[in-house]
């Protein structure tokens, strides 16, 4: 793949995936976070599968470190990553999830420097101060009293701790060895979550909301198992040719193109720190990120 190809499906990539915070905060009106997870892996996975028989086959031999990686991007993916995005969408706004979702660049520049060694100017330290100053704008609502009481958003909280599990996708999906092809490793991690997030799902008692379901619902789930995993695929595909820190920068557009849906899909009213918090984080960004 061309560098201008996978710059191309990257961008795709951010305004299918900006379009799943609306659409996920009306899917979690009737659906639990674990359920609307396991669902979206029982429909893709097999998928997947077809996917891979269709265009790799012979299937090829798997070996130890193959294995590793399809359990280290289920874990840091649809387990570690997007359940629990989802259970914090739950309980905050997306335009909110959106700009923090969008700090993710600076944590993974944090990140490579522990992990990879690289080199922070000071510019980049400048920007990680402006990520971190929009972050807590974000979280506190604009209001000095949420930062001196500390009584913060649950919801904002959960999605931040979810990029935890992001950024460790991101850098391993660039960094390990396993010579398997996207589709594969898709699918094999797609497999991997079913298998941990069906016994989980258990516990919301999936078999009610999937009944009591509208077609809202049920349209959400499709969404994720099509477009959204079709987008973690061309991400894959991304972040293997241009390298984890050139990939996660076209998440910058992010907070806008949620911002923006949110008020179109959901009605959802835009404050002031909204606003100021996108552009700072952004800024603080390709600061944190400049070579």
Not at 62 to 69: E, F, K, N, V
Not at 108 to 132: C, E, F, K, P, V
Not at 137 to 159: A, C
Request: proline letters at 4%; glycine letters at 10%; charged letters at 10%.
């Amino acid at each position: 793949m061309t560098h201008a190809r996978a710059y191309g499906l990257l961008g795709l990539v951010t305004i299918i995936w900006a379009c799943n915070f609306p659409l996920g905060k009306l899917g979690l009106s009737e659906l639990g976070p674990v359920t609307l997870t396991a669902a979206r892996a029982l429909i893709a996975a097999p998928l997947l599968l077809l996917a891979v028989r269709l265009s790799e086959w012979p299937p090829p031999t798997l070996a130890r470190r193959d294995y590793r990686t399809l359990v280290v991007i289920s874990l840091t993916g649809l387990v570690g990553n997007t359940t629990v995005w989802y259970w914090g969408l739950k309980y905050t706004s997306p335009a909110a999830a959106g700009i923090l979702g969008a700090s993710a660049p600076v944590i993974i520049a944090l990140m490579g420097a522990a992990w990879l060694h690289d080199r922070l100017s000071l510019w980049n330290l400048l920007g990680i101060g402006l990520t971190l100053s929009a972050v807590l704008l974000t979280i506190s609502r604009g209001s000095l009293e949420v930062l001196r009481t500390l009584s913060f958003n649950k919801g904002d909280l959960i999605i931040l701790s979810s990029q935890s599990a992001w950024v460790a996708y991101t850098l391993y999906s660039r960094a390990n060895s396993s010579q398997l092809g996207p589709a594969t490793i898709q699918a094999g991690a797609h497999v991997v979550s079913l298998a941990v997030l069906a016994p989980l799902a258990l516990v919301e008692h999936p078999w009610e909301s999937l009944g009591r379901a509208s077609w809202v619902g049920w349209a959400v789930i499709a969404y994720s198992a099509g477009p959204i995993t079709l987008g973690h695929l061309w991400y894959y595909q991304g972040v293997r040719v241009v390298g984890a820190g050139r990939a996660a920068v076209f998440m910058n557009l992010m907070p806008f193109l949620v911002i923006g849906l949110s008020w179109a899909l959901l009605g959802e009213a835009i404050r002031w720190y909204h606003a100021v918090g996108a552009c700072a984080v952004i800024a603080g960004v390709a600061l944190a990120t400049r070579r």
